[in-house]
């Protein structure tokens, strides 16, 4: 039965949202289908969520106990999850469900910084904390992208050659003062890379990707609604 049921329910929402498609949601019920999945979806994914934030404090509180290799940075994480969410969490008014109750155990000026307004302790801590951390790990990660695009772009045949031309150009393209040197050869150029490059070779690579990466979305939509693809229960 635990392999059964969950197969069933595969199958039975993935071939309703398939066949609701071919429907009018105002002709005929089976129409609407797809709408009322996909907010339980999004209720299923609301309590997957919460399961996650649980999993991740377990973890990391277990290790931060055993003292185990790197756990003050664990405890880090752990203290970034309720700092995060908890004031995003309470309410920011009086006239809020339970706003009353939070108003007698914190002072009123304190109110203005729960919540996720603009003002608020979550909207510092993202502006000032998390997004700081995320622009340097992007810029840690340009150095990795140059030594891969050094590794990559060498002219060792006439592919690897053409590559390196057209990265070039692109590369010389994107920032103002590539573009002024593209400007001094013909004030058409950056135009001419803009429409054949970005617009025509670059666009019909990703149309390639698009319809690849498609064509093997729908295959293993195929075989989870079929139960041949069971990776989804742990297996």
Do not use: C
Not at 47 to 68: C, D, E, P, T
Not at 149 to 160: D, G, K, L, V
Not at 189 to 194: D, F, H, V, W
Request: no cysteine.
């Amino acid at each position: 039965m635990r392999t059964t049921i969950p197969i069933i329910v595969a199958f039975l929402a993935g071939t309703l949202l398939i066949v609701s498609f071919f429907f009018h949601p105002e002709t005929i019920w089976i129409g609407d289908a797809k709408e009322v999945i996909l907010q339980w979806m999004t209720i299923v994914g609301g309590f997957a969520l919460v399961l996650g934030v649980v999993s991740i404090v377990r973890v990391n509180a277990r290790a931060v106990q055993r003292k185990s290799e790197g756990w003050f940075y664990k405890l880090m994480t752990v203290i970034s999850v309720f700092a995060m969410a908890i004031p995003a969490m309470m309410p920011v008014t009086k006239e809020s469900v339970g706003g009353s109750i939070f108003y007698s155990i914190f002072p009123d000026s304190w109110m203005g910084y729960l919540g996720t307004g603009s003002n608020s302790f979550y909207d510092w801590l993202f502006n000032y904390v998390d997004a700081p951390m995320m622009e340097t790990m992007f810029a840690m990660l340009a150095f990795y992208i140059a030594s891969a695009a050094y590794r990559a772009f060498r002219a060792r045949n006439a592919e690897a050659t053409l590559l390196l031309f057209t990265a070039t150009l692109v590369m010389l393209w994107r920032v103002p003062m590539g573009e002024a040197f593209l400007r001094l050869f013909s004030d058409n150029l950056p135009g001419y890379i803009n429409t054949y490059v970005m617009g025509g070779f670059n666009v019909a690579v990703q149309r390639g990707i698009i319809i690849g990466a498609a064509l093997g979305a729908a295959s293993m939509s195929l075989r989870i609604i079929l139960g041949i693809e069971r990776t989804y229960m742990g297996k």
